[in-house]
């Protein structure tokens, strides 16, 4: 059975149609209204974004869920989780910093900040999912203890997961330090025919699992590595990879039982959008923003996670790739953009097995608003 996921483009010709205005009808139309009870404390899951990158959802948008919540009577939060990679949000106090600094304050969004894991990522609780690889998994406290949930996910490409939105923003995003590790257990390995010895990789590491050899070529200490991928990320010669054949398919769906972890307790009271704006290479994790691989598209609402990503995924691969992005194949309308960033890449993985162990559908029905 297909699932309804709604849709507004970008274009406006007029101030009912800005796209302020068309986060507040997708909230409607998706029946989000239907899902919150006077008082609840909901969660709006959202990426803050990393210094230096400037691709975040904009808060603005946020603003408007946040003003709707408020007209049901409900309590709202903006919420995230903090990092394992060293950078502006690996504990509470920067995180809450580097929101501020993107915009993200009462001022703008009329809701407080509060950091999901706690001050340094340790937070959480236990959830039962009695799943193939996990029979419980590490949910953040402040994502346990809402009544409700409603993730804003920037859809964008991804170094191992292909593309990121509703999935994973629940999935990594939901996690503590713990079960980030958890779904990270695959570690990376360095393939000398390509490594530089330019060293980029070795201060990146959060827990100094890199060091250069005796040739100056990097080597991973496998016992100390968490597997976060910030290494391979920060490689500009394909010098770090893991190994795609054995550890991909582990990855997402570890990354889909988390997801569902995150969603257990909540009763219905769910609700997802995706905002297919500035659909750059990276996840918005990188201290950077990449040129975008396809023009903006829309915004997307559904109750469904699974279709929402499916349709967002859809949805960008009908689009001709934009020249001088880093996307250099597949760009005609129709093929797979986020393969074509990275062919080894197989996001699709996560959604069939998001589907399998109950998260929603794949089959969703487009209704433009």
Known sequence: MSSPVYFASVRARGDAESKVMKVRRLFDAAGFADCIEPQDLVALKIHFGERGGDAYINPVFARQVVDRLHALEARPFLTDTNTLYLGSRSNAVDHMTIAYEHGFSYATVNAPIHIADGLSGRRGSNVVINKKHFRSVSIAAGITDADAMIALSHFNGHDVAG???ALKNMAMGCATRAGKQHQHAVRPMVLDENCQACGRCVPVCPVGA????????ARIDRERCIGCFDCMNHCRFHGIEIDWEADLTLFLERMAEYALGAVQGKGGKLGFMNFLLSITPDCD???WSDAPIVPDIGILASTDPVAIDAASFDLVNRQMGLAGSMLEVNLAPGEDKFRGLRSM????????YAEEIGLGSRQYALIEI
């Open 210 to 217: 890199l060091s250069p050899g005796p040739d100056g070529k």
């Open 345 to 352: 890449t197989d996001g699709v993985q996560a959604l069939q």
């Open 163 to 165: 593309f990121g939105g």
């Open 285 to 287: 994790c990188a201290s």
